[in-house]
């Protein structure tokens, strides 16, 4: 598995995240609908923040069961975490802020994110 760094267009909100990413999931919520969203989703033992977290913005919505982080700077949503079905917490990385994952080679997964 290999580390990668990734950061908010600004890089006031930066950080790593270590896994071996072949695919990203494409909601249609209406977050993500309008954010643009590719994720991977990885373990917070596998993600580090490495900017202090009072840079980091948070956007709840909905149930409000998922924190979606931004940065309050330019915008750019990089990161949310939340309890997936099986319990168990999840970070979900917006793989559009990860310069060194090649998009256009990621296997997509479209989930409709709409009708929950």
Do not use: W
């Not at 982080?69 to 949503?77: D, E, L, T, V």
């Not at 168990?88 to 009708?115: T, W, Y």
């Amino acid at each position: 598995m290999s580390t990668h760094a990734g950061s908010c267009h600004c890089g006031q909100v930066a950080f790593e995240v270590t896994g071996t990413f072949g695919g990203a999931l494409v909601c249609n919520c209406s977050y993500c609908r309008r954010s643009g969203n590719m994720l991977a989703f990885t373990t917070p033992e596998n993600f580090r923040l490495t900017t202090p977290q009072k840079d980091v913005s948070t956007y709840l919505f909905g149930k409000q069961t998922i924190s979606h982080f931004f940065c309050a700077n330019c915008g750019i949503s990089t990161h949310g975490s939340g309890v997936a079905t099986d319990g168990s917490r999840m970070v979900a990385v917006n793989l559009r802020c990860v310069p060194d994952i090649h998009l256009e080679q990621l296997e997509i997964q479209a989930f409709d994110g709409a009708k929950l």
